[in-house]
DNA sequence: TAATCATTGCTCAATGTTTCACAAAAGATT
DNA sequence: AATCTTTTGTGAAACATTGAGCAATGATTA
């Protein structure tokens, strides 16, 4: 694949606008503008065709882009032209309301399993499927051809288990809990901290009044 | 305040500071130069001066930083040196998770209010408080003095309730829904996008190798 | 009190990202 | 077929962030 380095910030523009197209397809709208993307998801329309152009040429100047071939170049770039299977450590509140949400399998994720070390929540399940201990994780990993694991566990668990994710095969890990982890140079990580969202929202309230 | 605009980067840093400087202070520790802090949260240190030096000067040189003195300093920063009143739209699997979620409160975050549109929900109850319909957003907004709203319905509803919390007087907005929001310019805005972080994460288990 | 030491705060350079502006190109129109 | 219109793709400029290096300076020691 390509030599370049993708800023994060595109990769991440790139998964709105695909998010986007597909709302397109579903409208029946056949083609599109880099201008029209552009106010659809609130940028300008130079950095919809930057970010595009890190990865080829999907338009026809004068015309813009056909929906559903550019929606499909995006799906392939972000690789969601397949499936994923991650695992879930960590069955409280917040693991449970992952395991069930909607929206990862929408979009190509599977949950292949959940694990917690408490014995009260091992056995229950959530929708299809049933917390098991976390000395599982290395079977289920390797049967089931997992590569992203998800943590949320407490942050005085987080490192451990992330840990043994590696030690598993897990490729990459996202995060929830709030805790800084450290990973090998060639496992990918990244970190979805809820407080420190709104603790943004917090320190903007207060230093823009 | 000041005139200074303060990168976003800088300000989920000082989040992330903060949360460290509390750890050492449970740990009992008393000094630290902005070297530790560096290696304790992953960043170079010239980047902790840095994003230190927007707000004033904090340390001694030669000797570093009073562990408690900057902590509190982060704090007022934050605006956590008061509580803040959420209300959550959406008693979903996220929004009921978010609503037991321990670690808001332990940052000063107070949910105030659950609201949702389905009859199902409405009545049941979630640790102490209870779901409650949309109709009553207004009016809990208003007496319980709320100032973020956290959006965790469908993106189909999401700019609707979004327009609703803004007109009841909410200046802050955390959505967790897959859709793009308009929202004022006094009004401020975050997005938690889970979709979005898995598919980083599928760009680069996909582009790397 | 002077010398030494450690670490901050700050300046300036390097790097990375976004915006601007326009040539190039495709289709539409005459 | 020539011209016009539109919108892409992109090089260069502007802007923002990060990193490196060092003078300034408070604490400690002799």
New binding site residues.
């Given amino acids: 694949m390509k030599a370049y380095?993708i800023?994060?910030?595109?990769v991440m523009r790139l998964s709105i606008y695909s998010r986007y197209l597909h709302q397109l397809i579903d409208d029946g709208v056949k083609s599109?503008?880099?201008?029209?993307?552009a106010h659809g998801v609130g940028?300008?329309?130079?950095?919809v065709?930057?970010?595009?152009?890190y990865f080829?040429?999907?338009?026809?100047?004068?015309?813009?882009?056909k929906v559903e071939v550019l929606y499909g170049h995006l799906m392939k770039i972000l690789g969601l032209d397949r499936r994923w299977c991650a695992i879930i450590i960590g069955a409280g509140k917040l693991g449970s309301a992952l395991a069930l949400y909607q929206g990862f399998a929408a979009r190509g994720f599977n949950v292949g399993a959940i694990l917690d070390a408490s014995p009260d929540k091992i056995g229950t399940k959530l929708g299809e499927i049933e917390v098991e201990p976390l000395e599982m994780m290395a079977q289920r990993i390797e049967e089931k051809n997992i590569t992203i694991g998800i943590v949320t566990v407490p942050a005085s668990a987080a490192q451990e288990v992330t840990d043994k994710l590696i030690e598993s095969g897990v490729k990459a890990i996202l995060n929830f809990s709030p805790r800084v982890l450290k990973v090998p140079g060639n496992v990918i990580l990244r970190n979805v901290d809820l407080s420190v969202n709104l603790e943004v929202l917090s320190f903007n309230l207060n230093y823009l009044k």
């Fill in positions: 380095k800023p994060e910030a595109t599109v503008s880099s201008d029209e993307i940028v300008s329309s130079a950095q065709r930057k970010d595009l152009a080829g040429e999907f338009g026809t100047r004068g015309v813009g882009y």
